[in-house]
T-cell receptor, first 110, second 113 residues
Framework: KNEVEQSPQNLTAQEGEFITINCSYS?????LHWLQQHPGGGIVSLFM???GKKKHGRLIATINIQEKHSSLHITASHPRDSAVYIC????????????FGKGTHLIIQP | KAGVTQTPRYLIKTRGQQVTLSCSPI?????VSWYQQTPGQGLQFLFE???????NKGNFPGRFSGRQFSNSRSEMNVSTLELGDSALYLC????????????FGSGTRLTVV
């Protein structure tokens, strides 16, 4: 079973700062997902990665398959970015469902 | 286009009762997966359906079951409810499932008293 570790667990930063959230996993995967969850529960899928790097607006996600590590970056952070960011992986072959990290609680102060 | 619809949004049940939750996926999406979220355990995978067939199942007791209909709508059922079943239950739909992006519903918050 894959172990998914996220760091940091909590992060408070000032508006405009560059944010990095890390995710490590223990077993080879077919895909890694970054999710965003706002208070109230709604989850938005930000990225799905199997290799390389993806960018969407101020968000950038990278993955290093050899090192079993992914990072989510937020440039020019804004208070509306405040949310819980969750990393999830599906093991190679897709035989199992997603395994989730515990999440990173991000607060961006104005 | 309409998103993933989960009903009901909130539910209060008594220990020992059973409950059925519903999930309507995005039109054209054939895969539906279910997740349980609790403060202690975080998000955990329950099961995944594709074209009416259960493709994967998480590590949950047999009291948790589900089904998918020919129109891709899905239901999950929990029988003999326990206090520990109190959680946010989320479903997500995907075009085909494995290695495709997911769209999540807003969830059903179940409270067992």
């Amino acid at each position: 079973k894959n172990e998914v570790e996220q760091s940091p667990q909590n992060l408070t930063a000032q508006e405009g700062e560059f944010i990095t959230i890390n995710c490590s996993y223990s077993v080879g995967i077919s895909a890694l997902h970054w999710l965003q969850q706002h208070p109230g529960g709604g989850i938005v899928s930000l990225f799905m990665l199997s290799s390389g790097k993806k960018k969407h607006g101020r968000l950038i996600a990278t993955i290093n398959i050899q090192e079993k590590h992914s990072s989510l970056h937020i440039t020019a952070s804004h208070p509306r970015d405040s949310a819980v960011y969750i990393c999830a992986v599906r093991e190679g072959g897709g035989a199992d469902g997603l395994t989730f990290g515990k999440g990173t609680h991000l607060i961006i102060q104005p | 286009k309409a998103g993933v619809t989960q009903t009901p949004r909130y539910l209060i049940k008594t220990r020992g009762q059973q409950v059925t939750l519903s999930c309507s996926p995005i039109s054209g999406h054939r895969s539906v997966s279910w997740y349980q979220q609790t403060p202690g355990q975080g998000l955990q995978f329950l099961f995944e359906y594709f074209s009416e067939t259960q493709r994967n199942k998480g590590n949950f007791p047999g009291r948790f079951s589900g089904r998918q209909f020919s129109n891709s709508r899905s239901e999950m059922n929990v029988s003999t409810l326990e206090l520990g079943d109190s959680a946010l239950y989320l479903c997500a739909s995907s075009l085909q499932g494995t290695d495709y992006g997911y769209t999540f519903g807003s969830g059903t918050r179940l409270t067992v008293v």
